[in-house]
């Protein structure tokens, strides 16, 4: 056990959940238990910014959240990012940004300056404002005598614009262990991207090295400390930075602006609001959730809004791309009731069917029809984590579904699909991670009539690498194709999902890799489908 951990235990017991849920309650518990002052509390002396000795741009750089006239942009200062703190000592470092209309920084727009701050271990948000819509920049940062590299981003269109066409791409599940990061590879070289849609499981909390997974790590010599699961503060952030070390990862986020929101493995796998996965005390995984929230703003191009108090962080936001579409993104892991039955795969019954439970909780859930029911965009795009369709294991009365999607949830998706309905929401594109594969989904106003009216349509995309190669036919490929008839696509292979927005359709192009246990593969289009303005239902494209 490490003394982290016993700290966080020591932390619990004294705090208990009633007190650490109170603000001043979870101040308090985290400044004991994972070092991270409140707010404000920094008194850091200030490094000459001359004394940076080495690169510390080291984990590239990344932009955020679109908006018309401003974009988020983000880096961390680590010059030796496999030790704590990344190299650099406990001080304040002074961070100069600039935002350019040309990639040679002849035409910069803004620039400025900010301090990257030890207690948010040396990483940077930068709103920048005062841009144009609609309208490709390009940006960088320097310290000292060091200048990082330079990303590209893009704002949102004018909000009272009709833009001709939409694109963005859809990822998610990249477990460093199993694979190499080729997709993104790919995924940096794809043109006029308004965004890359990170739709979970960022990273893996399992430790590193006893994965026995695909990459040669040999040549990496990865510290002990990636040989243990990731609890602490310092844990998730020593992850963090090992899986943006990935030249591919970083190369996306430099040429494209992400949107990003969890799944589970950004703390712990299959967690469920408060309840962890295993018998620990609620309130020591509050503090673990607590510290993978905290890593995960830190490590992400997200703005301040999003950053966390204790235990909880508003992780779901509303982002428009003029009237073209509305982008609600949510959180089905912070606010869901615990899966049914033990989780797994199950025969559902009146624990899962309970109407009361919930999937996004009650706050979530009037904000997402609310925001229906003001949209006037013509695509309402929901990018969310776990598959929102019915999915039976086999054919026939001897079925079960996934405790864990939101079939161990069917009333809460009922409301979802009916606060649709309510709503006038015509054209409705569900965007989905989580299960390592690519589906092709019909969402059903019945789903044991499929003759039922089509009401929307959900895009699965799967893993950068997580589950390894993968196969085109999995498996259990024939029993899932027969025994769900709306779902009109199943691919087992990695990549991404790249979906096209216009006035007519929505094409969506299902973007492989043949292979991820080895560097470089080339990337194909494995599938194409379409789905109508005014008439939802996918065909082939």
Not at 172 to 191: I, K, M, N, V, W
Not at 279 to 286: G, Q
Request: glycine share 8%.
């Amino acid at each position: 056990m490490t003394s982290d951990t016993t700290e966080l235990r020591a932390a619990a017991r004294h705090f208990g959940r009633r007190g650490f849920l109170t603000g001043t309650g979870a101040a308090a518990a985290l400044a004991f238990a994972v070092g991270i002052p409140a707010a404000g509390a920094a008194q850091a002396a200030e490094l000459d910014e001359r004394r940076v000795a080495d690169d510390p741009f080291t984990l590239g750089v990344a932009s955020g959240d679109p908006h018309p006239t401003s974009v988020l942009l983000w880096t961390r200062l680590a010059p030796r990012p496999y030790e704590p703190g990344g190299g650099l000592p406990a001080a304040r470092v002074p961070v100069h940004w600039e935002v350019a209309h040309d990639e040679r920084f002849r035409r910069v727009v803004r620039r400025g300056r900010t301090t990257a701050h030890p207690e948010f271990d040396h990483t940077v948000h930068v709103e920048v404002g005062h841009l144009q819509p609609g309208r490709v920049y390009h940006y960088r940062f320097r310290t000292g005598t060091w200048t990082s590299p330079a990303g590209r981003t893009r704002t949102a269109p004018h909000p009272g614009s009709r833009p001709a066409a939409l694109r963005v791409a859809a990822v998610s599940c990249q477990a460093y262990h199993d694979g190499y990061f080729t997709a993104y590879r790919h995924l940096a070289d794809e043109p006029d991207l308004a965004a890359v849609v990170h739709l979970g499981d960022y990273l893996y909390e399992y430790a590193v090295n006893a994965t026995g997974g695909a990459r040669a790590y040999t040549d990496r010599r990865l510290p002990a400390h990636f040989n243990r699961e990731t609890v602490t503060l310092e844990d998730y952030r020593l992850r963090y930075a090992l899986y943006k070390t990935d030249p591919d990862l970083r190369a996306a986020h430099a040429a494209h602006p992400f949107v990003v929101t969890w799944d589970d493995h950004e703390t712990e796998n299959n967690y469920a609001g408060g309840t962890p996965e295993n018998d620990v005390p609620p309130e020591e995984f509050l503090l673990r959730r607590a510290a993978a929230y905290r890593a995960y703003w830190e490590n992400q191009p997200l703005r301040p809004p999003q950053r966390p108090t204790g235990p909880d962080m508003r992780v779901y936001r509303r982002l428009r791309f003029g009237r073209l579409a509305q982008f609600d993104v949510l959180d089905t892991r912070q606010y869901r009731s615990d899966q049914a039955y033990g989780d797994g795969w199950r025969v559902p019954g009146p624990d899962s069917e309970d109407p009361s439970r919930t999937m996004l909780g009650a706050e979530q859930e009037r904000w997402l029809v609310d925001g229906w029911r003001a949209s006037d965009a013509l695509w309402n795009v929901v990018p969310q984590q776990v598959v929102l369709a019915r999915r039976r294991n086999v054919p026939g009365p001897d079925f079960k579904v996934s405790m864990d999607a939101w079939d161990g949830y069917p009333a809460a998706r009922a409301r979802f699909l009916d606060g649709a309905r309510s709503a006038g929401v015509e054209n409705l594109v569900v965007l989905t991670g989580d299960v390592h594969v690519g589906y092709a989904l019909d969402l059903k106003a019945d789903f044991d009539d499929p003759a039922s009216r089509t009401v929307g349509t959900e895009l699965v995309a799967t893993s950068v690498s997580s589950g390894k190669d993968g196969a085109d036919r999995p498996a259990n490929w024939t029993d899932l194709t027969s025994a769900n008839p709306h779902m009109k696509y199943y691919n087992g292979r990695r990549g991404y999902l790249r979906v096209t927005f216009d006035e007519r359709q929505a094409r969506a192009d299902y973007r492989t890799v043949a292979a991820v246990t080895t560097p470089g593969a080339p990337v194909a289009t494995a599938a194409s489908f379409v789905t109508e303005a005014g008439a939802p239902g996918l065909r082939p494209a």
